[in-house]
């Protein structure tokens, strides 16, 4: 089975995926603009934001991976390799700036942790599969990459619910 056999029963997954990805987007955007002075106020807020934005994103483009024309298994676990490597690169400095927050946090360094760790996990996988994919085990790769991106997916919306929320509690009331 070639890489492409492989791919074409997972392309409609992978375009669900990265369509649900870039709304998601959309809409973390605008809940966040409604109450941007929150955002800007709170280090930490403001980095987990940058992490969920940036995990969506790492969907949209294991997406635009997945579903590019290529009989090369190399070609693809290269993009996921780069992908996850981008993306971790992306995470670190808000993680930093999300953990020396200092008084008056919105969120708690445990959820920070959490949220972060768990983005690194699912980026972890990431090259995993692309370790998958360059031994030449695509159809592993793909049944590990379904759970990356789910894990991704999952860690994105809960991050953007703690983000709703904690902007909605630390909004003053005259804003609201």
């Known amino acids: 089975m070639t890489v492409r056999d492989a791919l074409a029963s997972w392309q409609p997954l992978y375009l669900t995926a990265g369509a649900a990805a870039a709304t998601l987007v959309g809409l973390l955007f605008v809940g966040l603009s409604l109450h941007i002075r929150v955002v800007v106020a709170h280090a930490e807020v403001r980095s987990l934001a940058r992490v969920t934005l940036t995990t969506f994103f790492a969907v949209v483009l294991v997406a635009i991976a997945v579903l590019q024309p290529t009989d090369s298994a190399i070609v693809l676990a290269d993009w996921l390799a780069a992908?996850?490597?981008?993306?971790?690169?992306?995470?670190?400095?808000?993680?930093?700036?999300?953990?020396?927050?200092?008084?008056?946090?919105?969120?708690?360094?445990?959820?920070?942790?959490?949220?972060?760790?768990?983005?690194?996990?699912?980026?972890?996988?990431?090259?995993?599969?692309?370790?998958?994919?360059?031994?030449?085990?695509?159809?592993?790769?793909?049944?590990?990459?379904?759970?990356?991106?789910?894990?991704?997916?999952?860690?994105?919306?809960?991050?953007?619910?703690?983000?709703?929320?904690?902007?909605?509690?630390?909004?003053?009331?005259?804003?609201?």
């Open 83 to 176: 992908i996850a490597v981008v993306s971790f690169v992306l995470t670190v400095r808000p993680l930093r700036d999300g953990l020396a927050g200092g008084r008056g946090r919105a969120l708690g360094p445990r959820t920070i942790v959490a949220r972060f760790g768990v983005s690194g996990l699912a980026l972890a996988g990431l090259l995993g599969c692309a370790s998958l994919l360059a031994a030449g085990r695509a159809v592993d790769a793909l049944d590990l990459l379904l759970v990356v991106v789910v894990l991704l997916l999952v860690v994105s919306v809960r991050n953007t619910w703690d983000l709703l929320v904690t902007v909605a509690a630390n909004t003053p009331d005259d804003d609201r």
